[in-house]
């Protein structure tokens, strides 16, 4: 039997703060409502003063002269590839990582985990020559291999996960995994990865978006003008017009939000369902 739930009437406190709350959404939103508003209008609306807040009707028009420009759909493609490669190969060699590092004792463990923080702190482009010349080496200059693998195990990865694991995995449950012979890739499988889908949902979800967004490292690295990701796609859309058309790059960018906004919205209600579960007893 349900129990009943009662609802609290709202204070003057709960008020105000839903008020706040829906002031802070609808100026989150903004940015993409004023995306939608500069796709639909035209230039000369755009830069005009004071600027249109409405929606236009010249979308497909500024969407056909983008894919005048660009090969949108090809160098979409090629994102997707390396969004999902990326994401997957981080999912599980971060959570494997991570799985070690929680769960069992090793020699050099507390040693290998500083240096991974301090890998963590450095920035990024300091590690964009040492990249480059690793993968010339390789001879995967040009190619999309060249963008997904460095990425595949990245330091806040397994840092998360080894934080979430710690609380989400009792060690009970690996005890008992060990006594009935489960070996390490077992206990991975079916002890831990059930027991940490929040934490794989919310790394999914941001590594997904940071390959998609990745702009500098495929740059760089995708020397094969057939081969470029959307982002570098988009950006040589201001240097390839004498003068600016930022209704047509407008159009472009809400087209690459799309696909994000759609892979946020399936998996967020994934991540916010498991994340709350046995919070309300039925």
Request: charged fraction near 15%.
């Amino acid at each position: 039997m349900k129990a009943l739930r009662v609802r609290r009437p709202l204070t003057a406190r709960g008020l105000l703060l839903h008020a706040i709350l829906m002031v802070g959404v609808l100026i989150s939103m903004f940015p993409f409502y004023w995306t939608i508003v500069m796709a639909t209008n035209t230039t000369q609306d755009i830069t005009k003063y004071p600027p249109k807040l409405t929606f236009g009707s010249h979308l497909f028009d500024n969407i056909q002269r983008l894919l005048d420009s660009i090969d949108f759909f090809g160098a979409m493609f090629n994102t997707v590839i390396v969004a999902v490669s990326t994401t997957v190969l981080v999912l599980l060699l971060d959570s494997l990582a991570a799985f070690a590092f929680a769960k069992y004792e090793f020699p050099g463990r507390r040693v290998l985990f500083a240096m991974l923080m301090g890998i963590f702190m450095l920035p990024l482009q300091l590690a964009i020559i040492p990249q480059y010349l690793i993968m010339a080496e390789l001879g995967w200059l040009g190619s999309l291999k060249a963008v997904i693998f460095p990425a595949t195990a990245n330091a806040f990865g397994i840092f998360w996960m080894r934080q979430y694991m710690i609380g989400a995995i009792h060690d009970e449950l690996i005890d008992a995994a060990r006594m009935d012979g489960c070996g390490f890739f077992r206990q991975y499988w079916h002890v831990g990865l059930p027991a940490v889908r929040p934490g794989l949902a919310f790394l999914g979800i941001y590594t997904f978006v940071a390959a998609w967004n990745d702009y500098v490292w495929p740059l760089v690295a995708l020397v094969n003008p057939d081969r470029v990701t959307l982002q570098v796609a988009l950006s040589q859309l201001n240097v390839s017009h004498g003068r600016q058309d930022y209704a047509m790059v407008m159009a472009g960018v809400l087209l690459a939000v799309l696909p994000l906004v759609v892979v946020f919205s399936l998996f967020a209600r994934s991540f916010i369902a498991d994340a709350t579960k046995g919070a309300v007893r039925e």
